[in-house]
């Protein structure tokens, strides 16, 4: 049913739980001009199970950081629906070494490719 086992699945949610700390911590430190900050509301992760309370303090983050941290804040919610490390755009899986690389990662190589033309994370 899935590809990743439960032992790489628990090593990744780690690795997303210790990058959004770190997130957390260099965005509370850079805090220093709110209102540049537009907090983008409703879209996929609208459905995630996410504390409000966490996000009112995520308002006041630079849009990078708030970005990142809700990819990993998606790709948590997606290891819960047993979703996770499945290509959003083919299907395919992704290789454990990828998300390795790369926990949030919601593509695989091949399509990843293709939308990262212009964008640089
Ligand atoms: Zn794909």
Redesign the pocket.
């Known amino acids: 049913m899935h590809h990743l086992t439960e032992k790489q699945i628990a090593e990744l949610r780690d690795e997303l739980l210790k990058m959004r700390d770190r997130v957390l911590r260099s965005a509370g430190e850079q805090i220093r001009d709110p209102s540049n900050v537009a907090f983008e509301g409703g879209d996929e992760i609208d459905r995630a199970n996410i504390e409000t309370e966490r996000y009112i303090n995520l308002q006041r983050l630079k849009t990078r950081e708030l970005k990142l941290l809700r990819k990993i804040e998606y790709a948590l919610t997606k290891m819960d629906q047993d979703t996770y490390g499945i290509?959003?755009?083919?299907?395919?899986p992704?290789p454990f070494e990828r998300l390795k690389a790369r926990p949030v990662t919601t593509?695989?190589?091949?399509?990843?490719e293709v939308e990262e033309e212009g964008e640089n994370g």
């Open positions: 290509c959003e755009s083919c299907g395919a992704i593509m695989c190589i091949n399509c990843k």
